[in-house]
T-cell receptor, first 113, second 116 residues
């Protein structure tokens, strides 16, 4: 059974640009969550999507957005990149409402220069 | 509000020694508690989870954790460390997991070093 797949694994952008990260959940999983991991702030929740609807959002500015498609694949977008957006962005999927286990992908490492 | 505190950002043990990683939580609702492990340049892998069943939870790779409500703790232990256990470990809490409005709250992490 394939795990959570995130693309790209590594990318470099410059300040002011925007970036789109992709996440394919485990087959059959309908919930997708995104987390940001930085050395200073640790792991922080960005948002969660379930059946194409955002049902929870963390405390991040509006530059961070996401969406989920009908096949449960998800994308997150960061516009007007800042140096502080450099981080490992982790996607996690979960079976359905009532599930308790998140399965994480290997992450997309974003470097903003 | 929920929070997690991991005591000790870095723990060093010798191979074969007991591993003890400490986690204390704060939650206004009955919590779900998790321990995840992260190896360099990889994502998070679930070691074990507490979901209000047995208070002593056994996980993968010989790890276990005990939920102690009176102490609001969920410490992770392993009787005998192996070199392959060297990694970063995260404790996390969530209430009513899987329902709308929930998310995992992670501790800052503990880096485990194992020496031969």
């Amino acid at each position: 059974k394939a795990g959570v797949t995130q693309t790209p694994r590594y990318l470099i952008k410059t300040r002011g640009q925007q970036v789109t990260l992709s996440c394919s959940p485990i087959s059959g999983h309908r919930s997708v969550s995104w987390y940001q991991q930085t050395p200073g702030q640790g792991l922080q929740f960005l948002f969660e999507y379930f059946s194409e609807t955002q049902r929870n959002k963390g405390n991040f500015p509006g530059r961070f957005s996401g969406r989920q498609f009908s096949n449960s694949r998800s994308e997150m977008n960061v516009s007007t990149l800042e140096l502080g957006d450099s981080a490992l962005y982790l996607c996690a999927s979960m079976r359905a409402a009532g599930g308790v286990e998140l399965f994480f992908g290997e992450g997309s490492r974003l470097t903003v220069l | 509000a929920q929070s997690v505190t991991q005591l000790g950002s870095h723990v060093s043990v010798s191979e074969g020694a007991l591993v003890l990683l400490r986690c204390n939580y704060s939650s206004s609702v009955p919590p779900y508690l998790f321990w995840y492990v992260q190896y360099p340049n990889q994502g998070l892998q679930l070691l074990l989870k507490y979901t209000s069943a047995a208070t002593l939870v056994k996980g993968i790779n010989g790890f276990e954790a005990e939920f102690k409500k009176s102490e609001t703790s969920f410490h992770l232990t392993k009787p005998s460390a192996h070199m392959s256990d060297a990694a970063e470990y995260f404790c996390a809490v969530s209430g009513a997991f899987g329902q709308a409005g929930t998310a995992l709250i992670f501790g800052k992490g503990t880096t485990l070093s194992v020496s031969s």
